[in-house]
């Protein structure tokens, strides 16, 4: 039904940015709902990092406010999240999740693989 591909982790210094990307492949009997990043650091519960609806509608976890962007490519069903003055507490597995609905009025969630951000001090 959803295919999620992620792109854009890698190593950078504390205070660099990087911008990961998420291309949705959804099904023609699938409509995108919102498309959010996690993230999972070692030892660590997963947590929403940043989410956006298909209106454009946004929420971010407050450790990430005025440092990340989350945006939306309808047409391309493709979020990105840039990330600016990274911390080395944002080192984390980065993982894209999507929902969509079905043509049957039924609600799917996916997720992706998962990327790997590390963040040097």
């Known amino acids: 039904q959803v295919q999620l591909v992620e792109s854009g982790g890698g190593v950078v210094q504390a205070g660099g940015s990087l911008t990961l990307s998420c291309v949705a492949s959804?099904?023609?009997?699938?409509?995108?709902?919102?498309m959010c990043w996690y993230r999972q650091a070692p030892g660590r519960q997963r947590e929403l990092v940043a989410a956006?609806?298909?209106?454009?509608?946004?929420n971010y976890t407050d450790s990430v406010k005025g440092r990340f962007t989350i945006s939306l490519n309808n047409a391309k069903n493709t979020a990105y999240l840039q990330m600016n003055s990274l911390k080395p507490e944002d080192t984390a597995v980065y993982y894209c999740?999507?929902?969509?609905?079905?043509?049957?009025?039924?609600?799917?969630?996916?997720w992706g693989q998962g990327t790997q951000v590390t963040v040097s001090s």
């Open positions: 999740h999507v929902d969509v609905l079905s043509t049957w009025n039924r609600g799917y969630s996916n």
């Open positions: 956006i609806s298909s209106g454009g509608t946004t």
């Open positions: 959804i099904d023609i009997r699938f409509s995108l709902n919102d």
